[in-house]
């Protein structure tokens, strides 16, 4: 199985913040990863795709890159609705993996 | 939009088997792959499988083979989702979500999710 890694677990930032988030995969990918963001309760929403396509409602503070093993998302100031759990999602091959998460919260 | 209505909370003993019901609106229900997603309480996500509607072809985690069964009825477009032998790590939020991209290619990734089903494994 694909494993994916995700640092950091968890951070604190400010609104207006820059906020990079960083998933490893443990064998190339290709662009085959996906971003999404969960709010307590809620289900989780998908925000990036294909590494770097902002899906449709996403905000464009939003934005991913990356191919291979290595992928980063970025949000560019932090708005007190970005505050919530990012997970990466490989979708290569059949087999999916997610990483364990990282929580943005408040400083 | 599409909307996935999941069946409600189960409380079930060890050993016993759940099913998982997700009713899906539109008339694309055979066009997409319809996955199960599950949440342990305060953990991260586990992907656990998905179907194809169209045909029934099915592919499982490994960890979870010989133990999930997905299957779907296309005349009242739903997926339903059975866990056998259930242990107390089972217990979770199971969610399905209907794939980004049509079956006619592959899986690409979770767009429409339900809104999950709470399974408490617990004698």
């Known amino acids: 199985d694909i494993q994916m890694t995700q640092s950091p677990s968890s951070l604190s930032a400010s609104v207006g913040d820059r906020v990079t988030i960083t998933c490893r995969a443990s064998?190339?990918?290709?662009?085959?990863l996906n971003w999404y963001q969960q709010k307590p309760g809620k289900a989780p929403s998908l925000l990036i795709y294909a590494a770097s396509r902002l899906q449709s409602g996403a905000p464009s503070r939003v934005s991913g890159s990356g191919s291979g093993t290595d992928f980063t998302l970025t949000i560019n100031g932090l708005q007190p609705e970005d505050f919530a759990t990012y997970y990466c999602?490989?979708?290569?091959?059949?087999?999916?993996?997610f990483g364990q998460g990282t929580k943005v919260a408040i400083k | 939009q599409v909307h996935l209505v999941q069946s409600g909370a189960e409380v079930k003993k060890p050993g016993a088997s759940v099913n998982v019901s997700c009713k899906a609106s539109g008339s694309s229900f055979t066009v997409y792959y319809m996955h199960w997603v599950r949440q342990a309480p305060g953990q991260g996500l586990e992907w656990m499988g998905w179907i194809n509607p169209n045909n029934g072809d099915t592919n499982y985690a490994q960890k979870f083979q010989g133990r999930v069964t997905m299957t779907r009825d296309t005349a009242i477009n739903t997926a339903y989702m059975e866990l056998s032998r259930l242990k107390s790590d089972d217990t979770a939020v199971y969610y399905c979500?209907?794939?980004?991209?049509?079956?006619?290619?592959?899986?690409?990734?979770?767009?429409?999710w339900g809104q999950g089903t709470l399974v408490t494994v617990s004698s």
């Open positions: 979500t209907r794939d980004f991209g049509a079956i006619a290619g592959i899986p690409m990734a979770a767009w429409f």
């Open positions: 064998q190339s990918i290709s662009i085959n």
């Open positions: 999602q490989q979708s290569y091959g059949s087999l999916w993996t």
